[in-house]
């Protein structure tokens, strides 16, 4: 049990253009969400707070409207890339807590982007 | 903020090698959580553990809240073990460690 998703696991789109990233809890309910991103050899960072039916909560310095994220139902949360630059090139990952154990977080495989 | 050190930063092992891996806190701690980040990216949740010793396998981790340090002991490493081993802190959201980069070599 308790299996997160992440959707594509990798893109390569070009500067100017946006990339939706799609986060599921495929067995159990989350009222919360989590995304993160992680640059190589560092640890995670995480960029903000997704519940469910509510606007997420961002992190200082991680731009509201250049990642945008939705959580509309209790199984899917999206993060948006608006406008993609080079340097928003990374890896993100996405966690759901899992309602039923209000403390415990599992990850998705994560998404590797490349803008070019 | 909440400051969290893990030490060693990299660690290279030869199969069949015990090691230990530890994380400092700089606050109380509510829970405490290990994961393993394999080579592909997936962080693989080890173990939850606010205080007390945990074993699963041939991993255990000991938490000494009140000295504000865990350690997580790795016996018999085989290569699969091989990445990037963290601790976080859970207080709603998790503080990350920078991580520690275990290499197994066959």
């Known amino acids: 049990g308790a299996v997160v998703s992440q959707h594509p696991s990798r893109v390569i789109c070009k500067s100017g253009t946006s990339v939706k990233i799609e986060c599921r809890s495929l067995?159990?309910?989350?009222?919360?969400m989590f995304w993160y991103r992680q640059f190589p050899k560092k640890s995670l960072m995480l960029m903000a707070t997704?519940?469910?039916?509510?606007?997420?909560?961002?992190e200082q310095g991680v731009e509201k409207d250049k990642f945008l994220i939705n959580h509309a139902s209790l199984t899917l949360s999206t993060l948006t890339v608006t406008s993609a630059h080079p340097e928003d090139s990374s890896f993100y990952i996405c966690?759901?807590?899992?309602?039923?154990?209000?403390?415990?977080?599992?990850f998705g495989p994560g998404t590797r982007l490349l803008v070019l | 903020g909440i400051q969290v050190e893990q030490s060693p930063p990299d660690l290279i092992l030869q199969e069949g090698a015990n090691s230990t891996l530890r994380c400092n806190f700089s606050?109380?701690?509510?829970?405490l959580q290990w994961f393993h980040q394999n080579p592909w990216g997936q962080l693989i949740n080890l173990f939850y553990?606010?205080?007390g010793t945990k074993q699963n396998g041939r991993l255990s981790a000991t938490t000494v809240a009140t000295e504000r340090y865990s350690l997580l002991y790795i016996s018999s490493s085989q290569t699969t073990d091989s990445g990037v081993y963290f601790c976080?802190?859970?207080?709603?959201?998790?503080?990350f460690g920078a991580g520690t980069t275990v290499t197994v070599r066959a």
């Open positions: 966690s759901a807590r899992d309602s039923r154990v209000t403390e415990t977080q599992y």
């Open positions: 067995d159990f309910q989350a009222t919360t």
């Open positions: 997704s519940n469910e039916g509510s606007k997420a909560t961002y």
């Open positions: 606050d109380s701690v509510n829970n």
């Open positions: 553990i606010p205080s």
């Open positions: 976080a802190l859970v207080d709603y959201k998790l503080s």
